[in-house]
């Protein structure tokens, strides 16, 4: 029988990345990503939901996340869900949760959280602004109005 097991979301952070790592030196990133949907109700209302999830990254990606991302940082994840469960040693009882563990991630906006563009990474963590953009040419100008034109197009 075939599976698939592929979640995509778009979120920002609702807590600050923890990294950790194993003893063969492999990084662990968690945080949290709250994903907002808007929608009508019956009475013809905006409403808004409100999804928290617990995210997962490992290796490179994880050393990323936990470099650039902060506390409301907006982030493109896709990943895969993974269900957990263990017995809790304090109350003795059975606890499960479903986390997203993050296969690629995309950073959208500036690391600041603002509209700017965000800084070229060039490895030493320079966090300059760069330079702004050249404005765009103005449109090409119509072309002159041609007299004697056939109005009798055939279509």
Known sequence: MASFNKVILI???TREPET???PKGTAICTFGL????KYKDESGGLR????FFDIEAWGKTAETISKYMRKGSPLFIEGRLKYDSWEDKNTNQKRSRVKIIVETA???GSP???SAPAPADNGDDDRS????RAPRPAPAAPPPAQENIDEDVPF
Do not use: C, H, M, S
């Not at 709250?34 to 949907?37: F, G, I, Y």
């Not at 808004?48 to 999804?51: A, F, Q, T």
């Not at 602004?129 to 702004?132: D, G, L």
């Open 11 to 13: 979120g920002n952070l």
């Open 20 to 22: 950790r790592t194993t």
């Open 34 to 37: 709250a994903v907002n949907r």
């Open 48 to 51: 808004e939901e409100v999804n």
């Open 106 to 108: 995309q950073f959208i």
């Open 112 to 114: 600041r959280g603002d």
């Open 129 to 132: 602004v760069p330079p702004p």
